[in-house]
């Protein structure tokens, strides 16, 4: 075990609704981060958060938000589901060790937008 | 700019061949490069980083500054390697900056 978990591992929804994906990250870990992997974009950095603040930002959609929260866990929330947004969604922590960045990830939460 | 980039999308190599995944990078400092890895159906995974030149399932990889890549290679394929491999870089920020990913498909 990783020891980053996410919920839920799959989720299947219906276009225009909205979810929440949730991610606990390793303990000790302050960093936590998402991806979007998709079969024709392969991985796409989210945004990242560090202890509660919002760290970096890639290429997230304005209906797509997350937050950390004091116990460190995180939530993505994905709005006005479009079937493109059908994707896995992976959460990493990280710790920096030897001047360097080290991400572990989740399993994952496999959303289908039908 | 800062970039990873991994110019193959798909590489089939028999089993027993020697493998070679490229990944070139563009970044202006001394980065840290990493490659990680995705089983089928499962979590990506570190597989191994430039500062530990250590070799992890049968692959290496070595930073070559001067053509700025950080292949990764095995000498002798497995069908167990067959996976998508992304490479990595994690610059002064320690933002990672991710290549497209190639996967890796062993022939019996």
């Known amino acids: 075990d990783s020891g980053v978990t996410q919920t839920p591992k799959h989720l299947i929804t219906a276009t225009g609704q909205r979810v929440t994906l949730r991610c606990s990250p390793r303990?000790?870990?302050?960093?936590v981060y998402w991806y979007q992997q998709s079969l024709d974009q392969g991985l796409q950095f989210l945004i990242q958060?560090?202890?509660?603040?919002?760290?970096a930002k890639g290429n997230i959609l304005e209906r797509f938000s997350a937050q950390q929260f004091p116990d460190l866990h995180s939530e993505l929330n994905l709005s006005s589901l479009e079937l493109g947004d059908s994707a896995l969604y992976f959460c990493?922590?990280?710790?920096?060790?030897?001047?360097?960045?080290?991400?572990?990830f989740g399993a994952g939460s496999r959303l289908t937008v039908l | 700019a800062q970039r990873v980039t991994q110019p193959e999308k798909l590489l089939s190599v028999f089993k027993g061949a020697p493998v070679e995944l490229k990944c070139n990078y563009s970044?202006?400092?001394?980065?840290?490069l990493f490659w990680y890895v995705q089983y089928s159906r499962q979590r990506l995974q570190l597989l191994l980083r430039?500062?530990?030149?250590?070799s992890i399932k049968g692959f290496t990889a070595d930073l070559n500054k001067g053509e700025t890549s950080f292949h990764l290679k095995k000498p002798f394929a497995q069908e167990e390697d067959s996976a998508m491999y992304y490479c990595?870089?994690?610059?002064?920020?320690?933002?990672?900056?991710w290549g497209a990913g190639t996967k890796l498909i062993i022939k019996p």
């Open positions: 430039h500062i530990s030149r250590e």
């Open positions: 990493a922590s990280s710790v920096v060790t030897s001047g360097a960045n080290v991400l572990t």
């Open positions: 303990s000790g870990d302050l960093s």
């Open positions: 958060y560090y202890n509660g603040e919002e760290r």
């Open positions: 970044y202006s400092g001394s980065p840290e």
């Open positions: 990595a870089l994690s610059g002064s920020n320690y933002q990672l900056i």
